[in-house]
C-alpha cells in the first residue's frame, strides 16, 4: 500500500506511472455518468438520453482515443485553429506500441485516465486524486481565479513535475513531447468542458421529461426541412458552447498577473536557502522586521492565513472541507461527504471516494504550484481554484498588497529544513 503523498491539491497534469507499469489502458472515453446522475438524484429526471445525446456530439466534435480531432468550426477561425494542433495531438494519443504515438497512455493515462476524468488505474490509492480536467478549473496557474491556465503553466507542471505529490519530472520528455501533452490536456479538458455545459444547459433549458432533446442525430439526414432545421439548432448551440471554452482558452494569455516587485528596501528571498543568507546578513534586521509583520497578518482577521493553516502555519486548522471537485457532486446538490451511504449511486458510477483537502503545513516547505516568490505571491492574492483556498481581501490600512511581501517572508520563515522532492523517501515510494 502506498502512502499518501501531502495533502491539498491535485497534480495538475502528468502523474508519472510506477515503475514497471506500462499496461495499455481502455481506448474508449468514458461518459460523465457522475455529472448526470448527480441531475438525476437532485432533479429526479431520467437523464439516460441526455448522457446519451450529449456522447454523441462530443465524439462527433473531437474524435476517439486513437484518433482525436477538434471541433470542425475551429479551421474557420486562425486564433482557434492554432489553439491545438492536431498533428500533436496524434502524437500524445494512440497507442503505446504505435511508432511516434502513445505519450498520454505512457506518462499519464495511469494516473488521470485515458478521459482526463482523474480516475486512472491508480487514482484511487493517491492523496491527493489526480486532476480531473473534465472541469476545465486549473490550480497551479500565472492567471486570476477562474481563468484558464497559459500554456506556459501546463507546459511547466509537465516539464518539472508537482512537488510534493506522485507526479514526477519525466527526465525522457523532450520539448516536443511536452507541447504535444500540453495539446492534448487541452484538448481533453475542452471535450470534458463541453459534455458538462451541454447536460447543465439541458436541465436549465430543455424539459428532459417531455422528450426535448440535446441533439437529435437522427434528423440531419431526414426529408423534412423542419426536422433538418431543428439539428442545425441543436448543432449550433453545442459548437456555441465548444468555442466560447476556446476562447476562454485563447484570452488565458492576456489575462497573466503582473507580480509588482518589492520595495527595494524590503528583502524577499526566493527560497529557504536564501532566507537563511539574508538573516545572516547586513538584511537580516529588516527580514525580522517584515517576518513579523508578516506572522501578524498570518493570525489576524483580515488575512485570516492561520484560521486554515493554523496559527503555526502546520495545516492544522480547518482540516474538514473538500475541493470543487467533490463539492460539485456532493454539496452543490445537498449531500454530505461524510454520509457515504447517499454517495452509492455516484461512487458507482465513477466518483472516488471523497476526502479531505487539508491546507498546506508550511513547515515542509513543500509548494505544489511552485515555491518561488513570485509564485507564492500569485498564490495569496489570486487564490487557488478549485480549493477552499480564496483570493486574498485587502482592506486599505490595515492588509494591503504590499503587506504580500511580507507574509511570503513569514512563510518562509516556517520552514525547517531545505526540502528537496526528489529524494523524499515518501515520493520515492510512488515513482
Given at each position: 500500500m502506498f502512502r499518501s503523498i501531502l495533502p491539498l491539491g491535485f497534480g495538475l497534469l502528468v502523474c508519472v506511472g510506477f515503475v514497471g507499469c506500462r499496461q495499455e489502458a481502455p481506448v474508449e472515453f468514458e461518459p460523465n455518468m457522475v455529472h448526470a446522475m448527480k441531475y438525476q438524484i437532485q432533479e429526479g429526471i431520467p437523464m439516460d438520453q441526455a448522457s446519451k445525446d450529449t456522447t454523441w456530439v462530443v465524439t462527433k466534435m473531437f474524435g476517439t482515443p486513437n484518433q482525436p480531432k477538434v471541433p470542425d468550426f475551429v479551421h474557420e477561425d486562425e486564433d482557434l485553429d492554432a489553439l491545438v494542433s492536431e498533428q500533436r495531438l496524434m502524437r500524445a494519443s494512440g497507442p503505446l506500441d504505435e511508432d511516434g504515438r502513445g505519450l498520454y497512455r505512457k506518462h499519464c493515462a495511469l494516473c488521470h485516465g485515458v478521459t482526463g476524468n482523474g480516475r486512472g488505474t491508480t487514482a484511487a490509492i493517491l492523496n491527493p486524486y489526480p486532476r480531473d480536467y473534465r472541469m476545465g478549473i486549473f490550480k497551479f496557474k500565472s492567471t486570476p481565479r477562474g481563468s484558464k491556465p497559459t500554456?506556459?503553466?501546463?507546459?511547466?507542471?509537465?516539464?518539472?513535475?508537482?512537488?510534493?505529490?506522485?507526479?514526477?519530472?519525466?527526465?525522457?520528455?523532450?520539448?516536443?513531447?511536452?507541447?504535444?501533452?500540453?495539446?492534448?490536456?487541452?484538448?481533453?479538458?475542452?471535450?470534458?468542458?463541453?459534455?458538462?455545459?451541454?447536460?447543465?444547459?439541458?436541465?436549465?433549458?430543455?424539459?428532459?421529461?417531455?422528450?426535448?432533446?440535446?441533439i437529435s442525430p437522427e434528423l440531419a439526414n431526414s426529408e423534412k426541412e423542419e426536422d433538418k432545421e431543428l439539428f442545425a439548432e441543436q448543432w449550433e448551440i453545442a459548437t456555441d458552447f465548444a468555442a466560447e471554452i476556446a476562447d476562454s482558452w485563447l484570452e488565458a494569455e492576456d489575462e497573466v498577473i503582473e507580480v509588482p516587485a518589492p520595495p527595494a528596501d524590503l528583502p524577499v528571498p526566493n527560497s529557504r536557502k536564501e532566507f537563511v543568507e539574508m538573516l545572516a546578513s547586513s538584511q537580516g534586521d529588516a527580514l525580522k522586521a517584515s517576518v513579523e509583520s508578516g506572522q501578524k497578518l498570518f493570525v489576524g482577521k483580515i488575512a485570516s492565513c492561520s484560521k486554515c493553516h493554523g496559527e503555526q502555519g502546520l495545516g492544522n486548522g480547518q482540516t474538514t472541507d473538500y475541493d470543487d471537485w467533490t463539492k460539485d457532486w456532493t454539496t452543490r446538490i445537498g449531500l454530505k461527504p461524510e454520509e457515504r451511504e447517499t454517495l452509492v449511486p455516484l461512487l458507482a458510477r465513477g466518483a472516488l471516494p471523497p476526502i479531505n483537502a487539508v491546507p498546506r503545513n508550511f513547515a515542509e516547505g513543500i509548494f505544489h504550484g511552485g515555491a518561488d516568490s513570485e509564485d507564492l505571491y500569485r498564490r495569496i492574492t489570486q487564490g487557488i481554484d478549485g480549493t477552499p483556498m480564496p483570493a486574498a481581501t485587502f482592506v486599505e490600512g490595515e492588509f494591503e498588497q504590499g503587506d504580500v511581501w511580507h507574509l511570503i517572508n513569514f512563510i518562509r520563515s516556517l520552514q525547517t529544513t531545505d526540502h528537496d522532492p526528489s529524494s523524499d523517501p515518501e515520493v520515492q515510494q510512488v515513482l
Amino acid at each position: 500500500m502506498f502512502r499518501s503523498i501531502l495533502p491539498l491539491g491535485f497534480g495538475l497534469l502528468v502523474c508519472v506511472g510506477f515503475v514497471g507499469c506500462r499496461q495499455e489502458a481502455p481506448v474508449e472515453f468514458e461518459p460523465n455518468m457522475v455529472h448526470a446522475m448527480k441531475y438525476q438524484i437532485q432533479e429526479g429526471i431520467p437523464m439516460d438520453q441526455a448522457s446519451k445525446d450529449t456522447t454523441w456530439v462530443v465524439t462527433k466534435m473531437f474524435g476517439t482515443p486513437n484518433q482525436p480531432k477538434v471541433p470542425d468550426f475551429v479551421h474557420e477561425d486562425e486564433d482557434l485553429d492554432a489553439l491545438v494542433s492536431e498533428q500533436r495531438l496524434m502524437r500524445a494519443s494512440g497507442p503505446l506500441d504505435e511508432d511516434g504515438r502513445g505519450l498520454y497512455r505512457k506518462h499519464c493515462a495511469l494516473c488521470h485516465g485515458v478521459t482526463g476524468n482523474g480516475r486512472g488505474t491508480t487514482a484511487a490509492i493517491l492523496n491527493p486524486y489526480p486532476r480531473d480536467y473534465r472541469m476545465g478549473i486549473f490550480k497551479f496557474k500565472s492567471t486570476p481565479r477562474g481563468s484558464k491556465p497559459t500554456r506556459e503553466d501546463v507546459s511547466r507542471s509537465i516539464r518539472n513535475g508537482i512537488a510534493g505529490t506522485a507526479m514526477n519530472k519525466i527526465p525522457e520528455l523532450s520539448e516536443e513531447d511536452v507541447q504535444s501533452l500540453v495539446d492534448y490536456v487541452i484538448y481533453l479538458s475542452w471535450r470534458g468542458e463541453l459534455e458538462r455545459a451541454l447536460i447543465d444547459d439541458a436541465i436549465f433549458e430543455l424539459d428532459l421529461e417531455a422528450g426535448d432533446r440535446i441533439i437529435s442525430p437522427e434528423l440531419a439526414n431526414s426529408e423534412k426541412e423542419e426536422d433538418k432545421e431543428l439539428f442545425a439548432e441543436q448543432w449550433e448551440i453545442a459548437t456555441d458552447f465548444a468555442a466560447e471554452i476556446a476562447d476562454s482558452w485563447l484570452e488565458a494569455e492576456d489575462e497573466v498577473i503582473e507580480v509588482p516587485a518589492p520595495p527595494a528596501d524590503l528583502p524577499v528571498p526566493n527560497s529557504r536557502k536564501e532566507f537563511v543568507e539574508m538573516l545572516a546578513s547586513s538584511q537580516g534586521d529588516a527580514l525580522k522586521a517584515s517576518v513579523e509583520s508578516g506572522q501578524k497578518l498570518f493570525v489576524g482577521k483580515i488575512a485570516s492565513c492561520s484560521k486554515c493553516h493554523g496559527e503555526q502555519g502546520l495545516g492544522n486548522g480547518q482540516t474538514t472541507d473538500y475541493d470543487d471537485w467533490t463539492k460539485d457532486w456532493t454539496t452543490r446538490i445537498g449531500l454530505k461527504p461524510e454520509e457515504r451511504e447517499t454517495l452509492v449511486p455516484l461512487l458507482a458510477r465513477g466518483a472516488l471516494p471523497p476526502i479531505n483537502a487539508v491546507p498546506r503545513n508550511f513547515a515542509e516547505g513543500i509548494f505544489h504550484g511552485g515555491a518561488d516568490s513570485e509564485d507564492l505571491y500569485r498564490r495569496i492574492t489570486q487564490g487557488i481554484d478549485g480549493t477552499p483556498m480564496p483570493a486574498a481581501t485587502f482592506v486599505e490600512g490595515e492588509f494591503e498588497q504590499g503587506d504580500v511581501w511580507h507574509l511570503i517572508n513569514f512563510i518562509r520563515s516556517l520552514q525547517t529544513t531545505d526540502h528537496d522532492p526528489s529524494s523524499d523517501p515518501e515520493v520515492q515510494q510512488v515513482l
